[in-house]
């Protein structure tokens, strides 16, 4: 089992950035693929991006490519979401998550362990 804790949200204007952080517990990060989602008032959870058990493979969904960009310290047991340009739009909780199977996947059913989430609110 991992236990995962974000950090590093806040209040932004619009067209700054902030660096997300999700500190995992446990042995076996390495063996986990990384999932960033995020939920805003009264909306689903939805899929932001995805990073590989290694590293090397990542996924973004089109609302935030070319803005955002995830990554991972499997020495230091965390992943990482640098989020630049932030838009009003992208004000909501973040949460990473932690998925077992190899299969790629964006549904937040697909993945097993959560954290809490961390505030992201981003003024116009």
């Known amino acids: 089992q991992v236990q995962l804790v974000e950090s590093g949200g806040g209040l932004v204007q619009a067209g700054g950035s902030l660096r997300l952080s999700c500190a995992a517990s446990g042995r076996t990060f390495n063996s986990y693929n990384m999932g960033w989602f995020r939920q805003a008032p009264g909306k689903e959870r939805e899929f932001v991006t995805r990073?590989?058990?290694?590293?090397?493979?990542?996924y973004y969904a089109d609302s935030v490519k070319g803005r955002f960009t995830v990554s991972r310290d499997n020495a230091k047991n965390t992943v990482f979401l640098q989020m630049n340009s932030l838009k009003p739009e992208d004000t909501a909780v973040y949460f990473c998550a932690a998925q077992i199977r190899l299969t790629v996947s964006t549904a937040p059913n697909d993945y097993d362990y959560w954290g809490q989430g961390t505030q992201v609110t981003v003024s116009s």
């Open positions: 990073i590989s058990r290694s590293g090397i493979s990542t």
